[in-house]
């Protein structure tokens, strides 16, 4: 017994000390790097603002979001400070109160809204819909009459909350970009929301701290599934060495069409700034906040990234060439960090019981005689060197929570990192498990769209937007919260 109490705290105590270097080194290259957000002040955005504007078309695909659609589509509408886009919304021929909002939308907006209704019922896979979505497009811009044809192509939610200036910042970028990614972070919750303010502390540490740091170290750019832009150059180019733009046997199809791309040596940002009044210009929406919603987005996430997409590694080109070295083997460091879930995550459960019962042994005879000296001497330095490495984690997260959402929810990080392990740990054993039983049957049955269920802010009091031009916006003086409150006012 005693053999095996000292050999699992090793493990566990090996697990997450070399864990936590892996996290240390991000943490060191993000200081060294000095990497914080770009301040843009009012002369620069008055600067960006005067750039041609380039055409942007933006897919949305909607399963089942009649709850949300209206009130997503009129609010960034009347938010957006860019002329030049259009939405191209896909919606499935079985979900007739997301068609029938959908194609209202572009009775009312038909400069800026197209509906394209999918070849299958629903729900078929996000993927599938975003290619229906890609073919009809291409299709209309094919077409003699029609002069407009998008530059870059944007992926969004029903449920997203637009930075104003988004699309503004990405046009004044240089044009040659194939992948642009802006940051994701979640619309404010309550601090005791123990659930959802795990995505508020999560979101806030990749985006500010993890995303900055691979693209310093030329790591390639994963997608967040909403915020990204790919130019339709680089598209065409997937298309035309896969057979495919979006894999609709991925459940994280947006991971891995960022992965593909980085192989085909294209070109990625991510786009780091703040705008005039030192908000960061990043998408914004909610997430899951329950316990059985949160592992099962979580879970899909895991078993797409994690399992699928390295299923399919060797397809997407050459690994570790002799020509860049250096950006291939950051690639791979890069593929090792985000599947280190699959084994990091489940470990937190071991790692936690330990940390407990060593802390409570420790007051007893038990610890004595259970580890001889040896053992419990370097023990004992493990345990004191994981308990300093954890404090850095605990500061980090603290610190760029509270750097978006303030010192209150920074305070409120450091318990919330209890609901976070277990979310992420039984999501990783869910992953694994269902992989496993899918991949001995064969993998038989169709991917379709899991989809969590989303709500779009009622009363998020979101701020004016300020123009930054001379002479009157696109802003027509309705704030969101009326346009959402009008919405649902009539709806009742």
Not at 101 to 107: C, W
Not at 158 to 172: G, K, L, M, R
Not at 300 to 308: D, K
Request: net charge positive; with cysteine.
């Amino acid at each position: 017994m005693s053999t095996l109490i000292t050999e699992l705290f090793i493990l566990a105590g090996l697990l997450f000390f070399f864990g936590s270097i892996d996290e240390l080194f991000i943490d060191l290259a993000h200081l060294i790097g000095g990497l914080t957000p770009l301040s843009i002040d009012k002369d620069q955005w008055k600067e960006w603002m005067q750039f041609p504007e380039k055409p942007i078309a933006v897919m949305i695909p909607a399963w089942k979001e009649a709850d949300v659609l209206e009130a997503m589509v009129k609010t960034n509408l009347a938010r957006i400070q860019y002329s030049n886009f259009k939405w191209f919304i896909g919606v499935y021929p079985n979900d007739p109160e997301t068609l029938s909002i959908a194609k209202k939308l572009e009775e009312t907006y038909f400069d800026k809204i197209k509906v394209i209704v999918t070849d299958r019922p629903g729900p078929t896979s996000k993927a599938h819909c975003l290619n229906c979505i890609l073919n009809e497009m291409e299709d209309s811009c094919s077409k003699a009459k029609s002069s407009w044809k998008p530059h870059y192509i944007a992926i969004h939610d029903a449920e997203d909350v637009i930075h104003p200036y988004s699309f503004t910042a990405i046009n004044a970028q240089d044009g040659n970009h194939d992948f642009i990614q802006i940051p994701v972070f979640s619309l404010p919750t309550p601090a005791t929301a123990w659930v959802a303010g795990t995505y508020l502390d999560e979101f806030a540490e990749i985006h500010l701290k993890e995303i900055p740091v691979r693209q310093l170290l030329k790591m390639p750019i994963p997608s967040a599934g909403v915020g990204t832009f790919f130019s339709r150059k680089i598209l065409t180019k997937l298309n035309s060495r896969f057979g495919y733009c979006f894999d609709e046997a991925n459940l994280t199809e947006d991971y891995e069409i960022s992965q593909r791309i980085s192989r085909l040596e294209g070109k990625q940002m991510f786009l780091l700034v703040r705008d005039q009044k030192g908000e960061i210009l990043a998408t914004r929406e909610y997430f899951p906040d329950s316990l059985g919603r949160s592992i099962r987005q979580k879970t899909r996430w895991t078993t797409g990234i994690g399992m699928q997409t390295l299923a399919k590694w060797n397809r997407f080109g050459p690994h570790l060439s002799r020509k860049y070295w250096f950006r291939d083997w950051m690639a791979a460091y890069a593929l090792y960090r985000d599947r280190k879930a699959l084994w990091a995550n489940p470990s937190a459960f071991l790692g936690w019981f330990l940390a407990c019962f060593f802390v409570a042994a420790s007051s007893t005879e038990y610890l004595e005689r259970s580890i001889v000296d040896k053992d419990r001497h370097f023990l004992m330095i493990l345990f004191t060197l994981n308990a300093f490495l954890f404090g850095i984690r605990v500061v980090q997260r603290s610190r760029f929570t509270t750097s978006i959402y303030g010192i209150t929810q920074g305070v409120f990080s450091v318990p919330r990192i209890l609901p976070s392990n277990f979310i992420n740990g039984m999501a990783s054993l869910s992953a694994i498990r269902g992989y496993v039983s899918a991949k001995q049957k064969g993998f038989v049955r169709p991917m379709v769209w899991d989809k969590t269920d989303h709500k779009f802010p009622k009363d998020c009091d979101l701020p004016e937007v300020t123009d930054f031009r001379e002479g009157p916006g696109l802003l027509q003086g309705k704030r969101a919260t009326s346009i959402v409150s009008e919405i649902y006012g009539n709806r009742s």
